[in-house]
T-cell receptor, first 116, second 112 residues
Framework: DAGITQSPRHKVTETGTPVTLRCHQT?????MYWYRQDPGHGLRLIHY???????DKGEVSDGYSVSRSKTEDFLLTLESATSSQTSVYFC???????????????FGDGTRLSIL | DQQVKQNSPSLSVQEGRISILNCDYT??????FLWYKKYPAEGPTFLIS?????DKNEDGRFTVFLNKSAKHLSLHIVPSQPGDSAVYFC???????????FGTGTRLKVLA
């Protein structure tokens, strides 16, 4: 299994509070991703990173920010959490070698976030 | 705009029979397709993939078929086993982007 650790695994917080989720990898992969999974929507990309300090938005980036100061860590921050951000959040990594995207992503086990 | 669609939210199959999961896409630039399996409380696990230069790829009980003209791919599981009961996601990407678009998933239940 790919060495991906997400923390915390579960979190309950209140509307308006800041929340940071952490993804840590031991594979030295270049690309890291944050997704959210919601019923009826599958997995939707929030942000991704293609290197240290290099990040870009995904399809549902509003209300989220990310940072990557080291290859192994990718942080997702909800500056002021809202109930619509209640979801299961998954981190993923991919090797990102060369121009071809023909490489699978590997996922962490997720963080279940509830915002009351 | 859902670029990758899985139109069947659920599927039930008897143990030992074939399971066929379907996926349609709209973006003709996609050139790499993947299937993932997801158990409850776990992250998705990569299952099998196919490049657009092929129309079939096999790995044990799992075969993925790609029909580029119809923009359709399918995953065949033969024979189906109770342990295959999970949610299956298809995903697609194209060279140079490293961004993957996922379908909404199909819940497969294999009945013993």
């Amino acid at each position: 299994d790919a060495g991906i650790t997400q923390s915390p695994r579960h979190k309950v917080t209140e509307t308006g509070t800041p929340v940071t989720l952490r993804c840590h990898q031991t594979e030295n992969h270049r690309y890291m991703y944050w997704y959210r999974q919601d019923p009826g929507h599958g997995l939707r990309l929030i942000h991704y990173s293609y290197g240290v300090k290099d990040t870009d938005k995904g399809e549902v980036s509003d209300g989220y920010s990310v940072s990557r100061s080291k290859t192994e860590d990718f942080l997702l921050t909800l500056e002021s959490a809202t109930s619509s951000q209640t979801s299961v959040y998954f981190c993923a990594i991919s090797e990102g070698m060369g121009q071809s995207s023909n490489q699978p992503q590997h996922f962490g086990d997720g963080t279940r976030l509830s915002i009351l | 705009d859902q670029q990758v669609k899985q139109n069947s939210p659920s599927l039930s199959v008897q143990e030992g029979r074939i399971s066929i999961l379907n996926c349609d896409y709209t973006n003709s630039m996609f050139d790499y397709f993947l299937w993932y399996k997801k158990y409850p409380a776990e992250g998705p696990t990569f299952l099998i993939s196919i490049s657009s230069i092929k129309d079939k790829n096999e790995d044990g009980r799992f075969t993925v078929f790609l029909n580029k003209s119809a923009k359709h791919l399918s995953l065949h599981i033969v024979p189906s086993q109770p342990g295959d009961s999970a949610v299956y996601f298809c995903a697609a990407t194209f060279s140079g982007t490293y961004k993957y678009i996922f379908g909404t998933g199909t819940r497969l239940k294999v009945l013993a």
